[in-house]
């Protein structure tokens, strides 16, 4: 018999989330504001990582990015719009959630978001109901696929490294955990990871 599956790590981002911030929302922002589109993405390009990596705060970030001149609208106007744009994914949570009670999972949130965001984004989405931890890269410093922030996760975890399987919609962050030997499954559509899941014996 293989080797049962006791532990799920999952990225939020376009797996049980919409993403946070990400090319679309940018340029979304770049027409309700009317900002300069170059600017704006040099800026996020030079700025992002550090944000990311939790050594950079959303204010701080946004002074760099947008408020670096004076502006019509506030800080907290374009904040507002930011947190606005998650939105849930509800057939992936109520499928996660499923697999979790069914099957006993510890499950594990691995991804790489800015600290205020990924706050805002637990408490909204009330993620912590059945994600057990956050290895956040504004958490622990570290962003995928840098494979750190995996082993962290798995010292957190503290599970058999042959009991884990991680859900992400990146192929290179997949490729990075499974560099560490943890089998991983790019996640493009509920149905697919379903089917992918299943082989590791994780049914709903």
Not at 22 to 49: G, I, M, T, Y
Not at 78 to 88: D, L, V
Not at 144 to 151: T, V
């Amino acid at each position: 018999m293989p080797t049962p599956i006791t532990t799920l790590f999952t990225d939020i981002g376009k797996v049980l989330l919409t993403n946070g911030w990400d090319r679309n929302a940018r340029q979304l922002a770049v027409e309700k504001f009317r900002l300069d589109a170059k600017e704006l993405d040099d800026r996020h390009h030079l700025a992002f990582d550090i944000f990311e990596s939790g050594k950079m705060s959303l204010d701080a970030y946004l002074d760099y990015i947008v408020f670096y001149e004076n502006r019509s609208f506030t800080k907290a106007d374009f904040k507002e719009f930011m947190f606005q744009y998650s939105q849930p994914l509800d057939e992936m949570l109520d499928f996660v959630r499923l697999l979790k009670e069914k099957h006993h999972l510890k499950v594990v949130a691995v991804s790489n978001e800015g600290r205020e965001l990924n706050e805002y984004r637990i408490r909204k989405f009330q993620l912590n109901s059945i994600i057990d931890f956050f290895v956040s890269s504004s958490f622990v410093y570290l962003r995928k696929p840098d494979p750190a922030i995996f082993k962290i996760a798995l010292d957190m975890a503290q599970t058999p490294i042959d009991q884990i399987v991680y859900l992400d919609d990146r192929k290179l962050f997949v490729e990075a955990a499974k560099n560490l030997g943890i089998k991983g499954i790019v996640h493009y559509s509920l149905a697919e990871t379903k089917k992918e899941l299943e082989q590791y014996g994780l049914i709903v």
